[in-house]
């Protein structure tokens, strides 16, 4: 949004300085984005008077002027059509730097005769586009006097600084330069001037009729026009082209200007059509396939269904809210006017304009929303200054539609104000700034005025109180503590195993990675997922359509890209959720690791070897210790189909609680994310372990066996089909009490086990440890405990000791 101070000035009466102004909008939330002052620029070029001008020896089209200036008479050589003698321009000397060419002035030589000097145009200068010829200053301001104090005196306008601030989507309001001043007015920088808009009696029926067809209901709520016969359009007055060029808007002709004038000072946008070339009446509907249009920029739109066009008989004139068509622009020829005012549906503009790639001043605000209690009276003021300015006769008002009711209250509380932002205002300055923000109050329900659709609740009333009044007045205090002591911790028990987790992984030496939550479907459907409960509707990717199943394919693709760029020893990990569903609570938390490659580099001692599965069982079985699982867990079979059917195992409290899966990935799954193997990996669930008893955050005491310990070996043939672990079960549970361990030290298997105890058998060695509590073991107990042992294993595995 840009204006100038004194267009400002137009709506807000003020003493304060630019500084204190720039400083309050940025501190009300209107950032100011650039300040252009045109005299800034200016500073020394002064005015000369051409004494005489003659024809150049050598040059038709060039002029030898002798211009007095404030350091004596000066020949200047110019080609402007306009140099002659007795006339007052502006002189820019030797040295000086003009803006508009980028270019400093030196003494030189055109066709063999020297310039010491330049006599400027208003582009030249950056006053405007004008490079017909060089500034003729009117009267005879005095000759040495600097261009900028005569601007500032005789142009006040051309020489206004020019304000540009950046407004967020939420402040439509700011998009007028009344709704600017009613900002600094509300902080105290000034008083906001009455608006004075009156309306204007029509003198006959409008002749062009407007309707609303059915298929734009709720999307133009109001559609408003006159017209005006009788107009005499041409160049608008010197005041209007100034304020105009000096936000960097081209004047047009009169009828143009005060639309484009009304879209900054009010945000307003209106159009003006052509009433001589409308044919019939004006009907607001949407676009039909095919149609197209010949706009105001001179670019053809083609039409789709869904954007709303201004119609006549003939066919499409306008496209609403956001560029008029070239068939029924004003030109000076124009003597009969129709203006148009109308209230439009934000959403259906901004799509239109967006499909349409058509950035307008109309089109910025509409979609933006404008005020549309402020519809009827836009067209007023515009009648008053199109009647001022190029004369003509109005017509009353037509309309179609109705203004949209956009009453709503909220309640306002003093002491909210406190506890949202932190500063103590009195509730009569509260209720004062609101009011001055256009509020209206009855007692304690506020109801925000129609040009502010952002105010939704009682918490943007407190915001306007707390950006009015300043955040910059706020202190800080150290927040009020209801007890003293140590606070309770914050941390879930969860949160604090992932943590644990991720410490004790990276601590092995693993590094960690964090990827995509999202990965192929193929990908997804080799982990067991890729269903369509998970499938992403709007994928960033063909390679992201799928939520993950698991970690590990994340990592594969990890460890695929390694490899590729030459990397071959990997230890990796990732902490973060997979998802078995699309629904909330259909998701996991995991830790999960990969191992690939040689366990250390390679070295003269041949110390490095391959990676293999116990390395990657006693990483999870440190990580799950770290996250307080129990240290007695059981090893068994049944994993997913990714995991080598013959090299993992799942870390088990029993057969239904899972707490991790170990073991080397399956060739194929391998093969299929094009990583060189084999590969060890390992997946935890935190969530699983179990919490603990005692939420005592203290240690028990430490607890030490005074007696002596017994170990007994036992060595059991049973199946080769029997798994170790029903071995160490069944030897284990004889005696909970008294048994501290049970441990596999050796197994014979192969062509010497088949010879010596027959085909489909094995041997199984364990080494049972007893530790008493309250007395030394004699011998026939021990004989008791290991006779029990073997009738326990013989019993649950069919084993026999070995002879």
Known sequence: MKFTLSWLKDHLETEASLDEILYALTDLGLEVEEVSNPLEKLKGFTIGHVQSAEQHPDADRLRVCMVETDEGVKQIICGAPNARAGIRVVVAKPGAYVPGIDTTIQVGKIRGVESHGMMAS??????????????????????????????????????????????????PDALGVRGIARDLAARGLGTLKPDDTQPVPGTF?????????????????????????????????????????????????????????????????????????????????????????????????????????????????????????????????????????????TITIAAAGRALKINSDARFRNERGIDPEWDIPGLEAATRMILDLCGGEPSEITVA???????????????????????????????????????????????????????????????????????????????????????????????????????????????????????????????????????????????????????LPGLLQAAARNQARGYMDLALFEVGPAFQGGEPGEQHLQVAGLLIGRSAPRDPY???????????????????????????????????????????????????????????????????????????????????????RNASATRPALSMAVFQAVERDFAFVVDDRVDAAALVNAAAGVDKALIESVRVFDEFTGDKAVAQMGEGKKSVALTVRLQPSDRTLTDKEIEEVAARIVDKVRVATGGVLRT
């Open 205 to 345: 029926p409008c002749p062009v009729k407007v309707t609303l067809a059915e298929d734009v209901k709720g999307k133009c709520h109001l559609f408003a026009g006159r017209l005006i016969r009788g107009v005499k359009n041409g160049p608008s007055p010197q005041w209007l082209q100034d304020r105009l060029k000096a936000i960097g808007l081209r004047p047009i002709s009169a009828l143009v200007d005060v639309t484009n004038f009304f879209t900054f000072d009010r945000n307003r946008p209106l159009h003006v059509f052509d009433a001589a070339k409308v044919k019939g009446d004006l009907v607001v509907r949407m676009a039909r396939e095919g149609e197209s249009l010949l706009a105001l920029d001179d670019k053809t739109y083609d039409l789709k269904p869904g954007m709303m066009v201004i119609a006549d008989d003939a066919g499409v004139e306008s496209i609403g809210g956001i560029m008029g068509g070239l068939s029924t622009g004003c030109t000076e020829a124009t003597t009969d006017v129709f203006v148009e005012s109308a209230f439009w549906d």
């Open 401 to 551: 539609g109705a203004v949209p009711d956009t009453t709503r209250a909220y309640r306002l509380d003093s002491k909210r104000l406190t506890s949202l932002v932190g500063l103590e205002i009195p509730e009569a300055t509260q209720r004062a700034t609101l009011e001055s923000l256009g509020f209206t109050l009855d007692g304690d329900m506020a109801t925000p005025p129609s040009w502010r659709p952002d105010v939704q609740g009682e918490a943007d009333l407190v915001e306007e109180v707390a950006r009015v009044a300043s955040l910059s007045g706020l202190e800080g205090k150290p927040l009020p503590r209801s007890q003293v002591g140590v606070p309770q911790p914050v941390l879930t028990p969860l949160q604090r195993r992932e943590q644990a987790g991720r410490r004790q992984v990276a601590a092995l030496g693993y590094n960690e990675c964090v990827t995509y939550s999202f990965i192929d479907g193929d990908a997804a459907a080799l982990f067991g997922g890729g269903t369509e409960a998970v499938r992403v509707d709007n994928p960033i990717s063909s390679e992201m359509t799928h939520m993950r199943p698991d970690l």
């Open 122 to 171: 208003e582009r030249e200068m950056e006053l405007s586009d004008e490079h017909d010829g060089i500034i003729e200053l009117p009267g005879e301001p005095p000759v040495g006097m600097e261009f900028a104090d005569w601007l500032a005196e005789n142009k006040p306008a051309m020489a206004d600084p020019m304000i540009y601030i950046k407004v967020t989507p939420n402040r």
């Open 606 to 692: 041949g110390s490095a070897r391959p990676v293999d599965i116990y390395d990657v069982r006693a990483d999870a079985e440190a990580a799950l210790a770290a996250m307080g699982a129990p240290a007695k867990v059981q090893i068994l079979r049944g994993g997913a189909d990714w995991w080598h059917p013959g090299r993992h195992g799942r870390i088990c409290l029993g057969p239904k609680k899972t707490l991790g899966v170990f073991g080397e990935l399956h060739p194929k799954v391998l093969r299929a994310f094009d990583v060189k193997g084999p590969a060890m990996a390992f997946t935890l669930w935190p969530e699983e372990i179990p919490l603990p």
